[in-house]
């Protein structure tokens, strides 16, 4: 094992991977994110994201920020559809500094009047912004769609509508239900000792209480294939072509991950890329994800263009999907996909902070984080034959949803 662990009496787990570095990444991941909303409530969590930088018991503002900024230090946040995560990195003399604040702003925010209003002006400006770009804003739309009736459709920033009516009982009533203590990952990468680490854990978060809350989790209903154009002011069309797709524990989410970065994964080498950009000089970007939740996945294909190359870009990508779901992969070319997609894992490695938030959530969702052999392993595990049944299963026509804005 590459990494050491430790669960304080109150649930809340600590990760620890030890690195000789100057510099420390940890991070404090919370299992709640904005498909834990109540109906209405669209925006909520990052709402609350937002607003544990702002007043604490016995910090303001100014203090909260300038606590690891004084110091050098980075200090961020983000809200997904399942997680809320604080994090920050700073040198190594730091990580006392670090645990005291995260201790701070997410269990002793009071969460004033004054600024709830400040901060919904801040994410209603968020959310106009992000509409006005549409390469972001229809992979949003195109969630919608495939989530249709589910909060996992929902934006994560919420609506201008739903952010104006949020309150403070509303906080208080989601961190109640959700913030549970023993769905709490407190991660570590530098270089110290554990027993340290363990030791400062106790320290800052052993005194907050147990909160053993369950929520329910509903999986979302499978949606029938749709293709919808809507008109949009702007100059170019753009794009989303996919279908839901594995969840995170699925046995076959491996062989789907590495699936997806031969067609349109990272690097110019992909065979949409080649395809589309190289060869036709079609789309500037053209890209494929896949990204698996704990009970469903989306696989999706993204691309922007002339709205006269559309039609002929669309009709590339459905001959590289059949030749995905027709072609078996031969030994030297399935080889060859496999020592890509390690080594771009392997490189991945070198952001240590994506590293410790990759772990954490491992650690929320299985209960363990395998280390990068072990990731290896799973992905030398995968059959050319499996591959190619996944692409049947999840490039089918009959399951594929369509998403087009074109200008107006």
Not at 102 to 107: A, T, W, Y
Not at 120 to 137: C, K, M, N
Not at 202 to 228: C, D, M, T, W
């Amino acid at each position: 094992m590459d990494h050491q662990l430790h669960r304080l009496p109150n649930g809340i787990r600590i990760l620890f991977k030890h690195a000789p570095f100057a510099i420390t990444h940890c991070c404090f991941l919370i299992n709640a994110g904005s498909r834990d909303e109540a109906p209405g409530k669209d925006g909520l969590a990052h709402f609350i994201e937002h607003l544990v930088f702002k007043e604490t018991e016995r910090r303001n503002t100014s203090q909260i920020l300038n606590r690891l900024e004084l110091v050098g230090a980075d200090l961020n946040a983000y809200t997904t559809k399942e997680y809320t995560c604080i994090h920050a990195s700073f040198l190594q003399e730091h990580l006392e500094r670090a645990a005291d604040l995260f201790e701070d702003i997410l269990f002793h925010s009071t969460f004033p009047q004054d600024e709830l209003e400040k901060e919904r002006g801040v994410i209603q400006d968020e959310i106009a912004s992000y509409l006005d770009q549409p390469e972001e804003a229809i992979q949003d739309d195109f969630e919608g769609m495939l989530f249709s009736g589910h909060p996992l459709g929902n934006n994560i920033l919420g609506t201008a509508e739903t952010v104006e009516q949020l309150n403070g009982d509303d906080i208080s009533q989601f961190i109640k239900a959700n913030y549970a203590t023993d769905e709490m990952v407190f991660g570590v990468f530098g270089n110290y000792d554990f027993k340290k680490v363990v030791k400062l854990a106790e320290k800052y978060f052993g005194p907050v209480p147990a909160n053993y809350n369950k929520k329910q989790r509903l999986a979302p209903a499978i949606n029938s294939s749709a293709h919808i154009v809507q008109q949009k002011p702007i100059t170019q069309t753009h794009c989303v072509i996919g279908t839901q797709a594995y969840s995170s524990s699925h046995e076959d989410k491996y062989g789907l991950l590495l699936a997806n970065n031969l067609l349109g994964g990272m690097g110019m080498s992909s065979r949409l890329n080649l395809e589309i950009r190289e060869k036709h000089g079609i789309a500037y970007t053209i890209e494929s994800n896949y990204t698996s939740l704990t009970d469903t996945g989306m696989f999706s294909i993204y691309f922007g263009t002339d709205a006269e190359k559309a039609a002929k870009a669309t009709k590339l990508i459905q001959r590289e999907l059949k030749k995905m779901r027709d072609n078996k992969l031969g030994t030297l070319q399935f080889h060859q996909a496999k020592q890509k997609f390690i080594g771009q894992i392997a490189l991945a490695e070198e952001s240590r902070m994506s590293l410790i938030i990759s772990m954490a959530k491992s650690l929320l969702d299985f209960g363990h984080a395998d280390s990068l052999d072990e990731v290896f392993a799973k992905v030398n595990a995968v059959t050319a034959d499996q591959v190619l049944r996944i692409c049947n299963e999840v490039f089918d026509n009959n399951r594929l949803m369509t998403l087009v804005f074109e200008p107006k």
